[in-house]
């Protein structure tokens, strides 16, 4: 760079979409980001871990803190989920409240909005509250949610937004990264969309692919551990492939039927769908090997907890 040429003042930092569970919270992360990097699904409270999807513009760069929804715990999990919310808060520089258009304001809404407001006295920091899924009203519905939401709190600006759709997520983005602190250059590479890694990633793919359509008891219930992943011996060099091997941990033998599903329909349809995820992020061929197992009632146990990652 010459001496006389300005340099570059860019605007990072980070932001967190909070809301109650299904709110629609990975599916803006992923529509922001313009690729999957967080899992969806219609059950709520899929989200465990926080998950980065990072957004880069002109001069500014927003990293995207996904968190679990926040509600009451019924669990040891559930405690260190909430835990893990509330920290995540306190180290951000602008919060995104999802409330869904398809639901009324609750008393989950009025949890959240509480804990916000003890925030906003604390850390001065400030929410954005965005009104997801708002292809799924009429404008005259909208228009009353956003209302309910005007009188929720005090907020830095209310944007609509259908992440499905992509209706206004050009302009929740321009608003979250309207409250990003000035940066001497970006965070993190331009080009890079998260910063989880492989095996976190393959992971999840696997356990979203193992939530659809099951009952509601499993969601809760599903951990999945990657146990390793090595290139397959004996391949031509320009055609490799990987051997991944997964396991998947549910709580009780009755949850593992589920899952096996009669002669092993169902875990081959979860291998097929979440290997297609994998091969795109791996860049390879895969041999995805597929395990059951029963670790009872990990959610409540402190070691099995801790084993598997939370």
């Given at each position: 760079?010459?001496?006389?040429?300005?340099?570059?003042?860019?605007?990072?930092?980070?932001?967190?979409?909070?809301?109650?569970?299904?709110?629609?919270?990975?599916?803006?992360?992923?529509?922001l980001v313009g690729d999957k990097v967080a899992i969806t699904s219609s059950k709520p409270q899929t989200t465990r871990h926080v998950i980065r999807g990072i957004v880069t513009r002109e001069q500014r760069q927003l990293i995207l803190v996904d968190t679990p929804g926040l509600h009451k715990p019924r669990t040891l999990l559930g405690e260190r989920l909430n835990d893990l919310v509330r920290?995540?808060?306190?180290?951000?520089?602008?919060?995104?409240?999802?409330?869904?258009?398809?639901?009324?304001?609750?008393?989950?809404?009025?949890?959240?909005?509480?804990?916000?407001?003890?925030?906003?006295?604390?850390?001065?920091?400030?929410?954005?509250?965005?009104?997801?899924?708002?292809?799924?009203?009429?404008?005259?519905?909208?228009?009353?949610?956003?209302?309910?939401?005007?009188?929720?709190?005090?907020?830095?600006?209310?944007?609509?937004?259908?992440?499905?759709?992509?209706?206004?997520?050009?302009?929740?983005?321009?608003?979250?990264?309207?409250?990003?602190?000035?940066?001497?250059?970006?965070?993190?590479?331009?080009?890079?969309?998260?910063?989880?890694?492989?095996?976190?990633?393959?992971?999840?793919?696997?356990?979203?692919?193992?939530?659809?359509?099951?009952?509601?008891?499993?969601?809760?219930?599903?951990?999945?551990?990657?146990?390793?992943?090595?290139?397959?011996?004996?391949?031509?060099?320009?055609?490799?492939?990987?051997?991944?091997?997964?396991?998947?941990?549910?709580?009780?033998?009755?949850?593992?039927?589920?899952?096996?599903?009669?002669?092993?329909?169902?875990?081959?349809?979860?291998?097929?769908?979440?290997?297609?995820?994998?091969?795109?992020?791996?860049?390879?061929?895969?041999?995805?090997?597929?395990?059951?197992?029963?670790?009872?009632?990990?959610?409540?146990?402190?070691?099995?907890?801790?084993?598997?990652?939370?």
């Amino acid at each position: 760079m010459s001496v006389d040429q300005p340099q570059e003042t860019w605007h990072a930092g980070f932001a967190c979409l909070v809301g109650r569970p299904n709110a629609g919270k990975s599916t803006l992360t992923n529509a922001l980001v313009g690729d999957k990097v967080a899992i969806t699904s219609s059950k709520p409270q899929t989200t465990r871990h926080v998950i980065r999807g990072i957004v880069t513009r002109e001069q500014r760069q927003l990293i995207l803190v996904d968190t679990p929804g926040l509600h009451k715990p019924r669990t040891l999990l559930g405690e260190r989920l909430n835990d893990l919310v509330r920290e995540t808060l306190l180290e951000v520089d602008v919060i995104g409240f999802c409330l869904p258009a398809d639901q009324r304001i609750g008393p989950g809404d009025t949890f959240i909005a509480k804990d916000l407001a003890e925030l906003q006295r604390a850390k001065r920091v400030p929410v954005v509250a965005i009104a997801t899924k708002s292809d799924k009203v009429d404008r005259e519905r909208l228009a009353e949610h956003l209302i309910a939401i005007d009188q929720l709190g005090d907020w830095a600006a209310i944007v609509p937004c259908s992440a499905t759709r992509g209706d206004q997520v050009e302009d929740v983005l321009e608003v979250l990264g309207d409250h990003l602190p000035p940066s001497p250059a970006p965070l993190y590479p331009k080009d890079q969309l998260t910063d989880e890694d492989d095996e976190r990633m393959i992971a999840e793919l696997v356990r979203e692919a193992a939530l659809e359509g099951v009952r509601d008891e499993l969601p809760h219930s599903l951990a999945v551990v990657v146990e390793e992943i090595v290139p397959r011996e004996d391949r031509p060099e320009d055609d490799p492939m990987l051997d991944v091997r997964v396991n998947v941990f549910v709580e009780r033998d009755s949850q593992k039927a589920i899952i096996i599903g009669r002669g092993g329909s169902r875990l081959r349809e979860v291998g097929t769908t979440a290997r297609v995820g994998i091969e795109k992020l791996l860049g390879s061929k895969v041999f995805l090997d597929l395990h059951v197992k029963v670790a009872k009632d990990w959610q409540r146990d402190p070691k099995q907890l801790q084993r598997l990652g939370f």
